[in-house]
Nanobody, 113 residues
Framework: QVRVVESGGGLVQPGGSLRLSCATSNFIFEDRTMAWYRKVQGKERELVARILGGGDTHYADSVKGRFFIARDNAKRTVYLHMTNVKPEDTAVYYC???????WGQGTQVTVSA
């Protein structure tokens, strides 16, 4: 089954930057749309960004212009470059395909001064 391991989260000040990484295995990575999701306490998990196998990207309005998704097919890795972060970006961030069956542990991002 699809396996993902998220990393790179941590504490960051408002306005700062952070890069999240997602290492994957057990599927044909280059053929799959990959996405980042996040879950804020008390809210449903939401789609943050996605990147198609061909490289086309889509973003939630809340992060557009601030977050950027990228992929390295050779490394089977997807990234989320976060810039100008805001306190409301605080959440657990998850990486997955566009058709999730199981979820990894996620990585916590906390934006605070």
């Amino acid at each position: 089954q699809v396996r993902v391991v998220e990393s790179g989260g941590g504490l960051v000040q408002p306005g700062g930057s952070l890069r999240l990484s997602c290492a994957t295995s057990n599927f044909i990575f280059e053929d799959r749309t990959m996405a980042w999701y996040r879950k804020v306490q008390g809210k449903e998990r939401e789609l943050v960004a996605r990147i198609l196998g061909g490289g086309d990207t889509h973003y939630a309005d809340s992060v557009k212009g601030r977050f950027f998704i990228a992929r390295d097919n050779a490394k089977r890795t997807v990234y989320l470059h976060m810039t100008n972060v805001k306190p409301e970006d605080t959440a657990v961030y998850y990486c997955n395909t566009d058709f999730p069956a199981t979820w990894g542990q996620g990585t916590q991002v906390t934006v605070s001064a």
